[in-house]
């Protein structure tokens, strides 16, 4: 009989634990609705006591996100769980995410409690949750390496005391894939009540075997599947979803089971994510790289040629690729715009609607070709997802091997328009630095990184930078036909996150809330 599994999204959760990763909760916003129209069960938006923007951030994803269950993660303390309840109460589907770590070495040396004691605290962590919340998850951190008699007794406890879900961490990326398969069968058979609860599986990637235990998990048992969009994570990463939703689309057969992610939502998730995140997709990554759909040799194109499905196991369009089709040229209306993005799956407010169109307009006069693949980076790379206290009105920059580099800029700021210029030892710092100087904003530029969207000497340029300010990072992103445009855009883009971060609240970097 084929079961259907549950697909958990923690992007926005362990996901945005990657080292250099911030999201601010616009772009938190846009990545929750892209994982509603992906279908995924539960969306794990935050941990709410970790700082006021991800309590913000998961009350406006639950006020604003419907068909999925919204989460909140929380430690199996009083005023965690409260927290995590004052931010998902508005949802359609309120969802609480407790957890307490179950190791010896967890519970002798951090958390410095005794077994009872731990089983105490998820009890009572459980029932208060309970009290708020219908659906209530229950998380053993750091299960493979636990005691496999003792998480079946807290198991059997925090159900009885009311867990929805219990989940099977694999903290931090220990187990192999008959091993954990071997867990999971353990646990559904010795865990008192179990037939009530649903089973989750929750997998780090330290030795790359995340997806493989995830899906041996499936095929021993487990409900539910835990992880992010393109395997995003701190360390190694989690379960990369795209992975185990197409591992059980093309292997029904074997595994038994499905899920109602909408598959063809993939690639725009994963290209959302990737661009919100500042985080790159490796070309071979599975499922999402650049090259998973690109037959290179000459035996394997003679194939395809012949019947795809030689080499073929499953469809570019069964991810939503779009096709790199030609689309409207310079002398296409608003209307045309609109009625075209919609159907790339973007259906914009009015202000951005404009601004895009503008942009679009601008590309347009300048390359030959404007193709979906052109628009799609632009829509993801330009809008900002914030109120933006300053717009490139203009930029002149000098450069050569004999010369100082050096740069005027112009800026809106506010009703203002101010100009200054500075010298670098390229012209992109030149740039940086005269912005620097009208924003009054100064920032480490970690990481600089630059990509032609297409083939072509006239392929646009899309820049991502990410900067340091006050211990926070921001990412940034411009395109256009020129690069030092894209560069200038993409550094105001991240000024504009910090200004409106600092004008908003300056919340103290998330923890894992490891420290149970
Ligand atoms: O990896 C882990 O153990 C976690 C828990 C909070 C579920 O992320
Ligand atoms: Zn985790």
């Known amino acids: 009989m084929t079961r259907t599994i549950r697909i958990f999204d923690t992007t926005l959760r362990d996901g945005e634990q990657t080292a250099g990763v911030n999201l601010n909760s616009g772009e938190k916003l846009e990545i929750a609705r892209q994982l509603a129209k992906l279908n995924v069960e539960i969306i794990e938006a935050g941990f709410a006591v970790a700082s006021p923007g991800d309590f913000e951030a998961i009350k406006t994803i639950a006020q604003n996100v ?67 919340c219908p659906e209530v998850e229950f998380s053993a951190e750091d299960a493979t390496r636990s005691d496999w008699d003792f998480l079946c ?40 009540g179990i037939e009530k609860a649903i089973v989750s599986v929750h997998c780090h990637n330290d030795l790359g075997m ?41 292997r029904p057969d074997y595994y038994q089971a499905q899920t109602t992610a909408v598959s063809e939502e993939i690639y725009r998730t994963s290209v959302l994510v990737s661009a919100l995140t500042g985080l790159a997709v490796p070309s071979n990554k599975a499922i999402v790289g650049a090259n998973a759909f690109a037959h290179e040799s000459g035996i394997h194109q003679d194939g395809i040629l012949k019947n795809r499905l030689t080499y073929e196991i499953m469809t570019p369009q069964s991810i939503g690729i779009p096709s790199n089709r030609l689309v409207l040229g310079k002398h296409s209306g608003r209307h045309a715009f609109k009625e075209y993005l919609a159907e790339l799956g973007y259906h914009l407010n009015e202000a951005d609607l404009e601004k895009a169109y503008e942009r679009f307009l601008e590309i347009a006069d300048r390359k030959k070709e404007v193709t979906d693949r052109d628009l799609e980076a632009l829509i993801r790379g330009e809008l900002s997802q914030v109120e933006e206290a300053f717009i490139l009105e203009y930029f002149h920059v000098t450069s050569g091997n004999k010369a100082i580099p050096t ?43 630059i990509k032609a969207v297409t083939g072509g000497k006239d392929a646009l340029g899309e820049v991502t930078v990410k900067i340091e300010e006050q211990g926070r990072i921001n990412t940034g992103r411009g395109v256009s036909t020129d690069i030092i445009e894209a560069s200038t855009r993409a550094f105001i883009n991240a000024v504009n996150k910090v200004a409106w971060e600092k004008a908003n609240y300056q919340s103290t970097p998330a923890g894992d809330g490891a420290e149970g």
Request: aromatic share 6%; net charge negative.
């Open 407 to 449: 740069a005027t800029v112009r800026l809106k700021c506010g009703e203002e328009t101010e100009q200054e210029a500075a010298c670098g030892e390229g012209p992109i710092e030149a740039i940086y630095k005269a912005i620097e100087r009208l924003t009054g904003i100064t920032a480490e530029l970690k990481e600089y990184g």
């Open 66 to 132: 419907r068909g999925p269950a919204i989460c909140s993660l929380a430690r199996a303390v009083p005023g965690d769980i409260e927290r995590a309840w004052e931010a998902v109460q508005a949802a359609e589907r309120p969802y609480i995410h407790t957890f307490i770590a179950t190791s010896d070495i967890h519970m002798q040396y951090k958390l410095k409690k005794k077994p009872e004691q731990v089983i105490e605290m998820a009890v009572a962590a459980v029932k208060l949750a309970r009290r708020y």
């Open 153 to 192: 007794r807290i198991f059997s406890e925090t159900i009885k005391a009311g867990a929805t879900v219990i989940n099977i961490p694999d903290t931090v990326g220990y187990t192999t894939p008959e091993e954990y398969g071997r867990l999971i069968r353990y646990i559904k058979e010795n865990t008192i």
């Open 210 to 250: 995340a997806v493989a235990n995830s899906l041996e998990a499936v095929r021993n048992g487990a409900d539910q599947v835990e992880g992010t969009i393109n395997g995003l994570g701190e360390r190694a990463g989690n379960t990369a979803l795209e992975e185990v939703i197409m591992g059980l689309k093309t």
